[in-house]
């Protein structure tokens, strides 16, 4: 099985930074694209950045000049660089993987999530 954890969500002001975290742990055999969603209260989830195996990536327009996605595949980690936050950035950011573990099939698996809040 593969387990994801989201960290480095926080509360900041309208115009500062945070940087998600999402680290992938057990027996993995592949990770594939790793995505970024988030989901806001009585929203949908939606897609937030996607990056593939060989760092192909890929920005939804709201975020595009804003935020960078980026992964360490040696630490079988992906990274969200998160700036000029607006209060329309609030929500629960989580992280999914396309990934294999040894002995099963390959399937998504997600992360908790953790909570950005954006407010003066």
């Known amino acids: 099985h593969v387990q994801l954890v989201e960290s480095g969500g926080d509360l900041v002001q309208p115009g500062g930074s945070l940087r998600l975290s999402c680290a992938a742990s057990?027996?993995?055999?592949?990770?594939?694209?790793m995505d970024w969603y988030r989901q806001a209260p009585g929203k949908q989830r939606e897609l937030v950045a996607a990056?593939?195996?060989?760092?192909?990536?890929n920005y939804a327009d709201f975020v595009k000049g804003r935020f960078t996605i980026s992964r360490d595949n040696a630490k079988n980690t992906m990274y969200l660089q998160m700036n000029n936050l607006n209060p329309d950035d609030t929500a629960v950011y989580y992280c999914?993987?396309?990934?294999?573990?040894?002995?099963?099939?390959?399937?998504?698996?997600w992360g908790q999530g953790t909570q950005v809040s954006v407010s003066s």
């Open positions: 999914r993987a396309d990934a294999q573990a040894d002995g099963e099939y390959r399937t998504f698996y």
């Open positions: 057990g027996n993995i055999l592949t990770i594939h694209t």
């Open positions: 990056i593939t195996s060989l760092g192909y990536k």
